[in-house]
């Protein structure tokens, strides 16, 4: 008897603790959702137009310009160094970049010049001037100079 007594105190202060915890964290998760939804509604609404302005436009039509250059020709880019971030693929990564930035955000329905330029960056990107550094690279990290390629289709699929 004193056993079943000592189970049904014992359960109820164990039920009376785990309510207590229950509501400390709903008041918890209330105020954070409150103090959550006074930051998310207060906050103004941008109201500035999505339109490039003269400049943008211009530097736009040159970054067009340099992305429908011949394969070959890097003029309008800097050669220092392929390893580090002046690299040719980085440069042509942030062109990329650029180009779909304008596309989502600021001319969503043209599909122009724009993703004319995006193809030939993507195709110039493929380049060996560009791609070129991985052989350096496997030689510097693998100490080799042996492609290593991937002829098992199910290795393909992995990659």
Known sequence: MVLVAFMIISSRQRQASALNLRD????????????????????????????LSRQELRLLQHFIQVAHQAADDWSNFTRIDQFQTSALRYQLYDLQYTFTLVQKFYMPNFQGYIKTAQERVIEKSTTKDVMNFWKWESLWGKFTLVRQTRSNSKQCSFF
């Open 24 to 51: 400390s964290r709903n008041n918890l998760l209330m105020r954070e959702d409150a103090a959550w939804r006074s930051r998310v509604t207060n906050q103004k609404q941008k109201t500035e137009p999505r339109e």
